[in-house]
């Protein structure tokens, strides 16, 4: 069973810092392509970050560009999304997701994933 555990996240002013964690268990991460989502309240949930099988192929939202950096560290099966120059409008809550399948590039779209974790929730103050 495929269980997707994120942390990290909490409150923290503008142009602060959060690092989040997605661990995994009954999969591992290094054969799969790997997305942060999020959703803020009374909005649909959007792309964040995706990175590729091998880590290599990165692609962010315009949103998150130049701000946040995510990863991949196979020997700990955990993904990490570090988070910094926080703004208020990036409040929301923050899942991870592994693509249904093995397959090559980046996932941006949330169909294409088959399994998420639970969220965690991230708020920025002005």
């Known amino acids: 069973q495929v269980q997707l555990v994120e942390s990290g996240g909490g409150l923290v002013q503008a142009g602060g810092s959060l690092r989040l964690s997605c661990a995994a268990s009954?999969?591992?991460?290094?054969?799969?392509?790997m997305g942060w989502f999020r959703q803020a309240p009374g909005k649909e949930r959007e792309f964040v970050a995706g990175?590729?099988?091998?880590?290599?192929?990165?692609d962010y939202a315009d949103a998150v560009k130049g701000r946040f950096t995510i990863s991949k560290d196979n020997a700990k099966n955990t993904m990490y999304l570090q988070m910094n120059s926080l703004k208020p409008e990036d409040t929301a809550v923050y899942y991870c997701?592994?693509?249904?399948?093995?397959?090559?590039?980046?996932?941006?779209?949330?169909?294409?994933?088959?399994?998420w974790g639970q969220g965690t929730q991230v708020t920025v103050s002005s």
């Open positions: 009954g999969r591992t991460l290094s054969l799969y392509a």
């Open positions: 997701a592994s693509d249904r399948a093995r397959r090559v590039g980046v996932r941006n779209h949330q169909g294409e994933y088959g399994y």
């Open positions: 990175i590729s099988v091998s880590g290599a192929t990165t």
